[in-house]
């Protein structure tokens, strides 16, 4: 039998948590827009063609802040195609999927999405084949009330009000060869510092991310971040990561590795984050935008990307989820919340169907794939702060990474409503892990509100259309509270959220 415990206290607290943490991404790609949250003629439709079953999912899921249009999308994408009468946008060939791009759905209709879905938007700008000056005209578009040639080309597009735009992605994986016009970290960060200056000229409101590593094992991570912060430093505040988690070697035990490496990515990001505002005598803290991140790797071949013929919205990635993927997204989601005093956005990529929480058929259902459930969770019960939690745990090492404790834990503390959520991942295949915790200080009258287990004994378990439900979350009858100490058996390899509450505090 593993034994494992966590000893929290109501004075150490590791930040608040910015919920942004929790959010999506929708790329036109594939069925993500079109047959994904977009299908006129579906059944569940509304009058604009938003998919009703596909809302309801989404709200469920519970993102809270959504990144569009791209992706890989965004280094070829007019903005301007996209707004206006529909029946006068042209037909495009999108050269980042070899898709043909109807134009159908645009920036107006995503707004409408996003409000209808209670979700704010993260939007992109092209700095592939574009640069500042549209970056500018498309941010007056949005953001601007009006008397302007762009705010007034809104309003005559039937949206009065300004969108309000808050948060902006400069350019897309510019790091990355593949990329439409992919920049070298000089030009990038040049092309970053002066397309930011215009932005925040136009609306000094926004928040603006720089392009950091389309990931870790990118040649030129590490310099690249360094050299693009040490251009655009003064004018951005946050640098994006991008992360695809792959078990190429179908090893768990191996795979659990990559929740590590998703930490030290954070870690070492943030240390040259901070090592330019230290040449720079500056006490600015640039802060993390996780704006990719999910299992990808099944479908990471060129086959899966492209089809021939240049289609509308053909299948593309379309991952489907097992339990094993499940626990790495509920481990990394922990990852995540125990960065927060500098990861302040994250985003899920993507959405529905490419490499989607949500699968739908083009005409007909939509279910849940194994990773909504840890997200959905994680999104529902993470308000308040991230405790700084003091764990002991078992440990096995790995050739992905030294030493993997198995058990993977965030704790986050709602004062507004006593309650307290604990997070836990067991990574021990066999065995359960005896967890106590120990909440010193948050309240001593505590309840049990929930105790939730994810956890099948197939690891390979899918959910599909006929079997939506077979990984989903189920009740933990193992779990006690007694004062400030819950004790709980964790399943082997199981994904768990345990919530208590005491009564509300001010403090
Ligand atoms: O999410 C799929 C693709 O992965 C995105 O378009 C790109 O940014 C990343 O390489």
Known sequence: MQAARIVVDRDFVLSDLDRRVFGAFVEHMGRCVYGGIFEPGHPTADAQGFRGDVMALTRELGPTIIRYPGGNFLSGYNWDDGVGPREQRPVRRDLAWFSTETNAFGTNEFMDWCRKAGVEPMFGVNLGTRGPEEARRFLEYCNHAGGSAMSDLRRAHGQADPHGIKFWCLGNEMDGPWQICHKTAEEYGRTALETAKVMRWTDPTIQLAACGSSHRNMATYGAWEYAVLDHCFDEVDF??????FRNDADEIREY????????????????ICDAVAAKRRSYKRIMLSFDEWNVWYRTHQIEHMRKPGWPVAPPLIEEVYNME?????GGALITLLNNADRVKAACLAQLVNVIGPIMTETGGAAWRQTIFHPFAQAARFGHGRVMQARVTSPAYAAKSFPEIPYLHTAVVDNP????????????????????????????????????????????????TRQTPDAVAPRTNPDVAVAGERITARLKPASWNVIVTRAAPRTS
């Open 239 to 244: 640098i994006s990561l991008h992360t695809y």
């Open 256 to 271: 659990f590795g990559v929740i590590e490496l998703m930490d030290a990515f954070i870690k070492e990001v943030v240390a």
């Open 325 to 329: 993927d499940a626990l790495i997204v």
């Open 416 to 463: 507004a409503d006593g309650s307290t959520a604990i997070f836990a991942l067991n990574r021990h295949l066999n065995e359960p892990l005896e967890l106590t915790a120990e909440l010193r200080g948050l309240g001593s009258d505590r309840t049990l509100v929930l105790a939730s287990e994810l956890q099948h004994p197939q690891l390979k378990t899918v959910n």
